[in-house]
């Protein structure tokens, strides 16, 4: 067909114009704030250690994780994690603060749409997806792992 | 023939323009007639906002007019929000004779088009043509939650706060419309919705060509050739795609999307939304055209005829560009004409 032809010809044309993202620039700052969410959390975990020595490390793991969760919460709350996100790309996306800034940003958004219909229903349009395929690749990672 | 040329060339006697606080700060900050300080207009919603926002341009375009609400005979009007909610609830409000709109971005000159046909034929004496956006209800629509941390591509636009709304009359006016080209819906097989641009371009470049075409015009003819928001990469490839067609567009060319922002702002390749080329029409081009300072202006405002639905299910995105050309007539023809009738 001439239109479907013309049609792979422009986009290969757009494709061409379209200015890249330069990749060092962004992996610099996915690192610098990774990181310093990364120092963060681990900042928690030597203060809950130290002041709670009788806690074992898997609980002052759970207690740090629960600390910068609700940090993020709040950032979001207030406006700021959607910045330090836009900045920073995957360094604010893969730590689990970015799981709970997708689980808070719409919970937030979808509020005036009612607590059902809005909250409960659009709060994990976004972290869903993750939480599916997560549990999916377990199982499946699960099953391999007990015929090894 | 897909351009309409008026006869009694309908005048357009006003136009008001609201926008929000980000594009206030722009290079066009003068011209616009109103620019909010607080964008959730002190609504409980942005949905309820923009709606305020709707309403508020039709007042006020219908007030600078020297009108009342019981003097408009249409509203010709749409918006980006499904079921075009924010125009048919501004049209509850002020209790006017309601046409609604949709052909996305390009509802501005749609509106245009028709108002100017009704005036021309004598079916309305006065018209309101006008339409908006809300950046924060556009992005709830279409896109993510406003405090998600995520990134944008670089082709991405900035959907614009703000909006604008005309009066077609057949008051003289130092402001008239020549003719009117309908846009056919073009697909080229774009399928990124962060790339409206590279979607809406071949539209514009098939409208302008058609509109010259039948006008048998030169884009040397014009002030201006003004696209919707194309934006500026969007603009770029309008400019091959013409050259591909032998029409050179000059200096005279330019994108409300790129005239909107300040090249510092975060706004990647530009404005874009329905209110984009309404209020920097109405607020900037009117302004300019009413002083005489530009003669003769081509308004191509561009539209994206996509849905959340279509695009999630793969399906390419379908673009479409309405052009709308008006002409400086001075003050005192304007009115000898204006007895003669």
């Known amino acids: ?148 | 023939m897909q351009t309409i040329k008026f006869k009694n060339k309908p005048y357009l006697s006003n136009g008001y323009s609201i926008v929000g606080p980000l594009e206030g700060k722009g290079p066009l900050k003068d011209y616009f007639d109103y620019i909010l300080k607080d964008d959730t207009l002190k609504e409980k919603t942005f949905e309820k906002s923009e709606r305020k926002l709707l309403q508020d341009i039709i007042v006020g375009a219908i007030d600078k007019a020297g009108l009342r609400t019981g003097d408009i005979d249409f509203f010709f009007g749409g918006d980006l929000l499904n079921q075009i909610v924010s125009s048919s609830y501004t049209a509850r409000e002020l209790e006017l004779p309601f046409i609604g709109l949709y052909s996305a971005c390009a509802t501005m000159a749609e509106a245009l088009a028709l108002a100017g046909i009704f005036v021309d034929n004598g079916l309305a004496k006065n018209v309101v043509a006008g339409t908006c956006t809300h950046f924060s209800s556009a992005e709830r629509q279409y896109r993510f939650p406003l405090e998600l941390g995520n990134q944008r591509p670089p082709t991405a636009q900035w959907t614009i706060t703000g909006g604008g709304a005309s009066i077609v009359s057949n008051t003289p006016s130092n402001v008239r419309l020549v003719a009117a080209t309908f846009g056919r819906v073009t697909d080229f097989g774009v399928s990124d919705v962060n790339n409206m641009g590279a979607a809406m371009a071949p539209a514009a470049c098939d409208t302008i060509i058609e509109h010259l075409k039948n006008m048998g015009r030169s884009p040397r003819d014009y002030d201006m050739i003004a696209t919707g928001d194309l934006g500026k990469l969007g603009s770029e490839i309008l400019i091959d795609l013409m050259e591909h067609e032998k029409i050179v567009l000059g200096k005279n060319y330019c994108d409300c999307g790129c005239m909107i922002y300040d090249k510092t702002e975060r706004v990647f390749m530009g404005g874009s939304g329905a209110g984009c080329s309404a209020s920097v029409f109405n607020g900037y081009i009117l302004s300019k055209l009413k002083k005489g300072e530009f003669k003769r202006v081509l308004l191509v405002s561009t539209g994206a005829l996509m849905s959340t639905t279509t695009s999630q299910q793969g399906d390419t995105i379908p673009g479409i560009a309405h052009a709308v050309e008006f002409e400086y007539v001075d003050k005192s023809t304007a009115k000898k004409e204006g007895k003669d009738d």
């Not at chain 1, 890249?20 to 992996?27: H, I, R």
């Not at chain 1, 990181?35 to 963060?40: D, H, M, N, S, T």
């Open chain 1, 1 to 148: 067909m001439d239109k479907e032809k013309r049609n792979v010809n422009y986009n290969i044309y757009v494709e061409s114009k379209i200015p890249k993202t330069k990749a060092w620039p962004s992996l610099f700052k996915a690192f610098l704030v990774g990181g310093i969410i990364c120092a963060i959390g681990q900042g928690f975990f030597d203060l809950y250690s130290h002041f709670f020595p009788n806690l074992a490390e898997s609980e002052v793991t759970s207690c740090m994780l629960m600390s910068i969760i609700f940090l993020t919460c709040f950032f979001t709350g207030i406006g700021i994690y959607d910045v330090v996100g836009a900045w920073g790309g995957a360094g604010s996306v893969i730590p689990i603060t970015g799981f709970s800034n997708s689980i808070s940003s719409p919970a937030i958004e979808f509020k005036k749409e009612g607590i059902i219909y809005g909250i409960c229903v659009k709060m994990f349009t976004i972290a869903g997806p993750v939480i599916v395929c997560g549990v999916v690749g377990s199982i499946i990672c699960g099953f391999i792992g007990l015929f090894i």
